[in-house]
């Protein structure tokens, strides 16, 4: 490498530094924008569905708008009422863990193994258990708090989806390949929020399905928990399932809180693994440790709405590296090819 390429790698990562920044500090709004954007990728699919149906656009577009309202406000509503009464009885809920551990260290103690119980009880933060889920939902609900600059920005953007197409066109005329490119980046993303919506839906709705039938308090909110929680690769099933699982622990016996932990297990691998790669395809193209760090960076910088979109978020800029031919080598760095050259082997 000569001089002047390192100063423009220096330039590069200088530039990406500060827009990092600009986008930590301007996170509020930055997280409306990419939630109108993404949001507004999914209900696009079907406002086009509709208008081929003949349904005028005007109609079409109230009927769309109409549908994520409702939607949105009804998922709020029932994740209100059940985070309510959680809460009213959180402190009995920590009351069972903590009597749950004195009977563990009792057993413990029988088989001769002696433990300092006051020391082990100071240390163990029960609130933290059960405390971590309200937090989250706080998280959510100041999302809500954002809900209608959020629904003015999605209306604006899908009354704008017609005429952004003759723009794009207009601005890409003599770039076939950089409109493919944008074309190809726009399909993948609807494509990746239909099918995690669809299997985030799937999951949620059969998981509070299975507490229902195991009894445990509040299915309703565990599988809201679950289903939005999916939109998190690899560690949002296990987030999801932690306040389940340990409500089921201090409310009911052993052997259920294995069952519920079995089908947890295979409700995951099942959807995730089976049913997701065959209607995604491999378009998403991401390596598995790029995703994990990209959870870490966009939600250390927009907050936990930044782990929802990390995925999409970290699938343009690989698009974007793509385009480019200096820029191709990030591009396959980010890519998984792994299954690709196990095929040629």
């Not at 590069?12 to 990728?41: N, R």
């Not at 390949?177 to 669809?198: A, C, G, M, R, W």
């Not at 820029?327 to 396959?332: G, H, K, M, P």
Request: glycine letters at 4%; proline letters at 2%; charged letters at 15%.
């Amino acid at each position: 490498m000569d001089s002047v390429n390192i100063r423009h790698y220096f330039f590069y990562l200088a530039t990406l530094v500060v827009i990092i920044a600009g986008l930590k500090v301007a996170s509020e709004i930055v997280v409306i924008l990419f939630l109108a954007i993404f949001i507004s990728s999914i209900f696009s699919t079907l406002l086009r569905y509709l208008e081929r149906k003949h349904i005028p656009r005007a109609i079409s577009y109230v009927l769309v708008i109409s549908i994520f309202v409702l939607l949105s406000l009804l998922l709020a509503y029932i994740v209100n009422i059940s985070l309510k009464n959680f809460i009213l009885n959180l402190p009995q809920y920590e009351k069972q863990l903590q009597g749950l551990v004195v009977q563990i260290i009792a057993l413990g103690e029988s088989y001769g193994v002696v433990v300092d119980k006051n020391m082990i009880l100071d240390a163990l933060n029960f609130s933290s258990f059960f405390g971590f889920t309200t937090n989250i939902i706080g998280s959510i609900g100041t999302f809500l708090s954002k809900f209608l600059l959020i629904v003015i920005g999605i209306a604006f953007i899908l009354a704008e989806s017609k005429s952004f197409e003759k723009k794009l066109k207009v601005i890409f005329k003599q770039k076939r390949k950089e409109l493919e490119h944008f074309k190809e980046f726009s399909h993948n993303i609807q494509k990746y929020f239909l099918v995690k919506t669809t299997t985030s839906f799937l999951t949620g709705f059969i998981i509070a399905i299975c507490l229902i039938f195991f009894q445990v308090d509040y299915p309703v909110l565990w599988g809201v928990i679950a289903m939005l929680f999916n939109f998190v690769p690899v560690v949002g099933s296990i987030i999801a399932a932690i306040p389940a699982v340990l409500l089921s622990l201090v409310s009911l016996d052993l052997n259920t809180t294995i069952a519920l932990i079995v089908f947890y297990v295979v409700i995951n691998i099942s959807i995730s693994n089976i049913i997701e790669p065959k209607l995604m395809g491999k378009e998403l193209g991401l390596s598995p440790l790029v995703i994990f760090f990209s959870l870490i960076l966009w939600g250390w910088v927009l907050g936990i709405v930044g782990m929802f979109l990390a995925v999409p978020i970290t699938m343009t800029l690989k698009i974007a590296f793509s385009t480019n031919t200096s820029t191709q080598w990030i591009a396959v760095l980010m890519s998984d090819i792994s299954h690709k050259r196990e095929r040629k082997v």
